[in-house]
Nanobody
Framework: EVQLVESGGGLVQPGGSLRLSCAAS????????MSWVRQAPGKGLEWVSV????????SDADSVKGRFTISRDNAKDTLYLQMNSLNPEDTAVYYC?????????WGQGTQVTVSS
């Protein structure tokens, strides 16, 4: 069974940091473009960061550039998102997504709340 399971979310104060993890099972992470996507309350999905299937190239949305870092450990089939300098606008459910031609997998999401 294919699964993506996110973890690491929670409540953090503005300026704080969190590290999200996404563990894959049922498929090999190495063959997939892996992304983080978030959905803030009352808003649509927003792409955050992507790591290409080779793992060498990454890209980030302007809203998180310089603050968030996506990385992967293909040996552990795990995707990460290091989030620094968090602000209330980063409050959202964060999903990981694995894509390649013919396949599109999503996790169940993890809640990140930035509040004092």
């Amino acid at each position: 069974e294919v699964q993506l399971v996110e973890s690491g979310g929670g409540l953090v104060q503005p300026g704080g940091s969190l590290r999200l993890s996404c563990a894959a099972s049922g498929f090999a992470l190495s063959g997939y473009h892996m992304s983080w996507v978030r959905q803030a309350p009352g808003k649509g999905l927003e792409w955050v960061s992507v790591s290409n299937s080779g793992g060498r190239d990454t890209s980030d949305a302007d809203s998180v550039k310089g603050r968030f870092t996506i990385s992967r450990d293909n040996a552990k089939d795990t995707l990460y998102l290091q989030m620094n300098s968090l602000n209330p606008e980063d409050t959202a459910v964060y999903y990981c997504r694995g894509e390649r031609i013919g396949s599109d997998y999503w996790g169940q999401g993890t809640q990140v709340t930035v509040s004092s």
